[in-house]
């Protein structure tokens, strides 16, 4: 338990630490991770359009095919599709990414007004965020198990929505976990 | 160190008693402190004021420097000078530190405990660090994606049985027949092969796949020649649709008095995924004579009511494709004569060749597959079904 000491400070927590209030802290700065996950989002998003695109004017994406590495023949499968449907499984990738990046936006737009994040926020973000992580991985068995395939696209694709995660769950950890006590 | 002098009590009025030299009176009581948000307030003890700085209050000689308990000599309300007097001398406060206040001494929040109360940051758990969290979510994926890779690895095909006995058609002679150029592909066109789709009679519902596509079936054997150079016509066209997996290599069966030895794959063990289309093969017999697959009724439907004249010059010969109930095909659209004494590498490499007969007549049939498919699908998609020779070809399809 931290005291202070003597000289009036504390050994191990910042000044800031000691003035900061939870609820505040998230409030002060939506940080990187919110500019990170804006960005992904975007970028997620351009690929998506990109590949739902190519998919309803028929053109083959640009990338390998043949061997193991072959998106054309991944993207040509009937795993490309919603099952049961003839939807693009790129549409839903599209929403996944528009509903991050005005996640993201939102907090973002909380720390310029300098009012606090919504309290759901960042749990819901995250929640989205495991959402979006079940599909990779049901799209990452179908290539491996069913195809025998990997695409390119949709690994790039893959690889955004897992660090995605890893930035949700790392700004709700460091959102008011901190414990705070009183010294009296 | 100047002593006081002596007064008599009775002379010792505030305005009789002088103030000393080197003296340090004590005039005020002991101050409120004055707190600043965030910070611990000090009860300071009666702080004398220094009259030049760096004096010291006056200690008699031999008198200890602090007061027994600690407390402040705090001055008596209007009596001024006490400095003079014998009460030990005020200590010096210690910083930090806040002395208990002298019982009816003034001291500031005498109401109560004037500390507040401070919050104070105390380190999470490892287990709480984000990192931590984090880490352990990469390395569960990372588990995972392994464990796909495994079972992917050491899968068997996804319909049938594993053809163990055949080997896997190697990866250069697949990318042969995936990538044929379209330049070649437009170049040869219909490759002097005759239109081997004969439209159905009667409009009988279309035939649908496991998934919902249109369906083509094929019966073939792997000890057949002409399924044999038939099934590269078939690869070539289906892998403009969709994709082939566990695709395996044979040769037809030996016999000198038919067309011995003819390289070909074998759809046994096999599976294929489109969007477009689904694709149901029957191997009936292996290049023994042995059996393998048999139809299901629903299929021998089909070969009994079409696998016959008109449609085929022999009943119950092979191969025979029935695309969607639209088409049939029956025989081969490639000579298997032309490929013998090719084995698999040598007939995929000359299908970048528009010159060579052998890509003329395997590329030239499988144009003719593919638009007959593309006639089913509705010309999906549009960068196989628009493109020259296919959308040429489809329009010399004879229509029912």
Redo the contacts between chains.
Sequence with gaps: MNRPSATGRTSRSSVAELEADPSAEQSRGAGWGAWFLLVVGVIGLGISVYLTTLHYAGVAPLCSSGGFVNCEGVLKSQYSVVPGTTIPVTVPGMVWFIVSAALALVSIRCARQGSAEPRWLRPGHLIWALLGLASVLYFVYDELVQLHELCEWCTSVHVLVFLSLLVTLGRLQSGGTAAYEGTG | MARPSKRRRQDLTPESTPERKDSVPVTRPATPSVTRP?T?PVTRPAAPSATRPGTVPATRPGAPSTTPSGAPSAARPGIQGTAGRTSPPAPAPR??AAPPARRGATSPGSGG?R??????????PRW????A??GA??VV?VA??VV??L??HS?PS?SGTSSSANPLAP?SV??AV??VSPTVSSAIGAGGVTDPLQPLSGSPAQLTGP??HPELFYLGAEYCPYCAAERWSVVIALSR???F??LHITTSDSNPDDIPNTHTFTFLGSSY????LDFAPIESEDRSGNPLQTPTAAQQALINAYDTSPYSSTTGGIPFQDLANRYILSGSGTNPEILQGMDWQQIADTLSSTQSQVAQEIIGNANWITAGICKVTGN???????GAPISTLEAQIASS
């Design positions: 965030g611990v910083r930090g405990n500390y507040r109360t401070q919050r104070v940051a105390v380190p999470r709480q660090q984000p990192w969290w984090g979510v990469t994926v995972v994606v796909f890779l079972v992917g899968s996804k990866a697949l990318n995936t990538g998934n919902g649709f969709g994709k997996s566990n995924s489109s969007q477009y999906q998609p549009g960068s196989v079904c628009n």
